[in-house]
């Protein structure tokens, strides 16, 4: 096959998806289809006879609804962005990877409801920063908040740094609307703070990684936008001092908090070494940092007096050893970047194995050292580098190759890494899959965690949405076998 991906599929599946897409809407050249091939982390490349972007739900509708009828299988992809190739299509080249970067229109703002009737092609931060020019606030922050959409957000019900205060995801979207897998339209587009008329399907297909329908559309709760916010990057010894620091926001003003962010020492060293302009604003390194971020909708100078009253005590009683506030907005950016370009820089280190795991904030510090443990002793060299959204007892404990080292040798250890990580936040009540979702990587897991009758109970939901198996096919669910 050169050049065109589609050589294989009949010219008149070609030319009726053309003319369902329009202009522009499928890309069926290898130069044109690649980007969408290969996930985020380089870990998985598939294959797709080509990539549709549809413009409208209708247009959507109809590109499933020829897929469901040839029985194509059909790979809906946000911002290619996922953690666990969880919309990277396999190498068959039979699926039709869907794409909702031409659906990119913020529909409505409410300012009375409190919400915004969006796109699912929409990018977080185009999102955040139409609610913004609203005078309101979207209250969920990730890292790669530049390149993710609103519809594989909630389709893999991102958390992220503002989890701590806001919730999920899933928390966020009032509505919903979808293309379900033989093509119909669910519009479940209501923007009701009640609405107790049966199961709650929005519900269902948030999370859901696209295994039962794509996304289109979404109504989302926005919160007034904060007039005022502070910011503090602190150094700590470790996880334990990192929680006793956040009981102690806590029992000052819990509602204050509106991040509070864990690096260890060894990933923010990475990213002072490795990213450019990322310089650490403390006169020495730390074995840990914590990134507290407080913010309110009333102006006023009371969480400057909070921030220095908690960050006060905490440094007098030497839980925190050294702390500097944020004095402007591009301050309050640079102390973020610092957090928000961890990924990145543990990208350019290496290869990298990563645990995006919950346990009870109480078994956090316990968990660590444990794993630590472990991976040490595992891999002679390993670099363990967690970090992660500490108020939610969500680690990304990372672990990146030793230095030098061969990367793919390291990566053919993921399992056995993954294992004995998982083991330990098993054995402390956790969840091998916080917030990235268990997409293809993780699938193999799913069997020990969610066997019996929780498993049982997706299959037939699945089944029973999806009875063909064409949406999102080899992902979240391990093959019956
Ligand atoms: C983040 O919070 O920056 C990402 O979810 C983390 C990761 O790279 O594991
Ligand atoms: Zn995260």
Not at 127 to 138: F, S
Not at 240 to 253: G, I, M, V, Y
Not at 271 to 298: F, G, H, K, W
Not at 445 to 469: N, S
Request: glycine share 10%; proline share 5%.
């Amino acid at each position: 096959m050169t050049g065109s991906s589609s050589a294989a599929f009949s010219d008149t599946l070609i030319n009726a998806l053309k003319s369902i897409l329009g202009p522009g809407g499928l890309l069926t050249q290898d130069t044109d289809t690649a980007p969408y091939l290969t996930d985020w982390r380089g870990m998985f490349h598939g294959k797709a006879f080509a990539v549709a972007r549809p413009a409208s739900t209708e247009a959507c509708a109809k590109t499933v609804k020829l897929c469901a009828w040839h029985k194509i299988p059909v790979v809906p992809q946000g911002g290619n962005t996922s953690m666990v190739g969880g919309a990277t299509p396999d190498d068959s080249g039979r699926a039709l990877v869907i794409v909702m970067s031409r659906m990119n229109r913020v529909r409505d703002i409410d300012r009375i409801d409190n919400t915004m009737s969006i796109d699912a092609g929409v990018t977080l931060k185009a999102a955040q920063d139409a609610a913004l020019d609203a005078g309101l606030m979207l209250p969920l922050s990730i890292s790669s908040e530049g390149s993710a959409d609103i519809g594989g957000i909630l389709a893999t019900n991102a958390g992220g740094n503002n989890t701590v205060r806001y919730g999920n995801a899933r928390e966020l979207a009032l509505g919903l609307e979808a293309v379900l897998p033989d093509g119909r339209i669910l519009n479940l587009m209501r923007r009701l703070r009640k609405d107790n008329t049966g199961y709650a399907l929005r519900q269902l297909f948030i999370g859901s990684e696209g295994t039962l329908a794509i996304i289109t559309g979404a109504i989302l709760q926005l919160q007034p936008k904060p007039k005022s916010i502070e910011t503090a990057l602190c150094a700590v010894a470790d996880a334990r001092a990192a929680l006793e620091l956040f009981a102690a926001f806590r029992n000052a003003e819990p509602s204050a908090i509106q991040a509070f962010e864990f690096m260890s020492g060894l990933s923010m060293q990475l990213v002072n070494t490795l990213i450019p302009d990322a310089p650490l604003p403390l006169a020495e390194p730390s074995p840990a940092y914590v990134l507290v971020e407080l913010a309110s909708p009333r102006g006023g100078d009371t969480l400057r007096g909070l921030m220095e009253e908690v960050l006060g005590k905490a440094l007098e009683d030497g839980l925190v050893s050294d702390a500097v506030l944020a004095e402007s907005e591009a301050q309050r950016q640079a102390f973020w970047k610092l957090r928000e370009e961890h990924s990145e820089a543990q990208k350019r280190a290496g290869t990298s194995v990563k645990n995006d795991v919950s346990v009870p904030l109480s078994a956090i510090p316990e968990f660590i050292d444990r794993a630590t443990t472990a991976c040490k002793k595992l891999i002679a060299g390993i670099r363990v580098a967690p970090f992660g959204h500490i108020g939610d007892g969500n680690i990304h404990f990372n672990l990146v190759q030793p230095e030098g080292a061969d990367g793919a040798a390291f990566l053919a250890c993921d399992h056995e890494i993954m294992d004995a990580v998982t083991a330990i936040v098993r054995d402390l009540g956790g969840s091998f899959s916080a917030e990235h979702g268990v997409g293809q990587l993780k699938t193999y897991m799913m069997p020990a965690w969610r066997g019996g009758a929780e498993l049982d109970v997706m299959r037939h939901i699945k089944t029973a949405i999806d009875p063909e198996g064409i949406m999102n096919p080899g992902k979240m669910l391990p093959e019956v076998g």
